[in-house]
């Protein structure tokens, strides 16, 4: 990595610091912007973007492609960064993303490998439906 790319920035620090304390959902760039606001961390949203390309990159961070007419969200991969092993769901309502490191997904893939000749890539995967909190809510 280049000494240009390798510097650390107060907002940096607070764009992971916020992913940190949303790592258990997908969350947007208009959200980090809002949040950082809050702390009175100002940032050019490109700079925002570029970093979180940077971490996507890097393997730090995952983006979830947002539906058509929704907006990507952004969530730490986490210690192991294997999202690219397993699917994901996330909440219709509040966002979260649950990552499905079930054992089922060796039988998935065993399956996709055998019977149709694909590997799996799940980096990008996301199966859509309501968590717990938000069903109760909804009753």
Same mark, same amino acid.
């Given at each position: 990595?280049?000494?240009?790319?390798?510097?650390?920035?107060?907002?940096?620090?607070?764009?992971?610091?916020? *992913?940190? +304390?949303? =790592?258990?959902?997908?969350?947007?760039? %208009?959200?980090?912007?809002? #949040?950082? +606001?809050? +702390?009175?961390? #100002?940032?050019?949203?490109?700079?925002?973007?570029?970093? *979180?390309? =940077? #971490?996507?990159?890097?393997?730090?961070?995952?983006?979830h492609? /947002? &539906?058509?007419?929704?907006? &990507?969200? !952004?969530?730490?991969?986490?210690?192991? %960064?294997?999202?690219?092993?397993?699917?994901?769901i996330? $909440?219709? %309502? $509040?966002?979260?993303? /649950?990552? *499905?490191? $079930?054992? !089922?997904? =060796?039988?998935? +893939?065993?399956? !996709?490998?055998?019977?149709?000749?694909?590997? *799996?890539? $799940?980096s990008?995967?996301?199966?859509?439906?309501?968590?717990? %909190?938000?069903?109760?809510?909804?009753?």
């Open positions: 990595m280049s000494k240009k790319n390798s510097y650390t920035t107060k907002g940096r620090t607070e764009i992971l610091s916020i *992913l940190e +304390e949303n =790592k258990d959902r997908g969350i947007t760039v %208009q959200e980090i912007r809002d #949040l950082m +606001e809050q +702390e009175e961390c #100002l940032v050019n949203p490109t700079t925002v973007y570029r970093y *979180l390309d =940077k #971490l996507c990159a890097d393997g730090t961070v995952v983006k492609i /947002a &539906a058509k007419g929704k907006k &990507a969200m !952004f969530q730490l991969a986490g210690t192991k %960064q294997t999202c690219h092993t397993h699917l994901h996330q $909440c219709k %309502q $509040c966002g979260r993303v /649950a990552h *499905l490191e $079930c054992s !089922f997904m =060796k039988e998935i +893939e065993d399956h !996709f490998l055998k019977h149709h000749g694909y590997t *799996l890539d $799940c990008d995967s996301i199966i859509h439906g309501l968590c717990e %909190q938000c069903r109760s809510v909804i009753g």
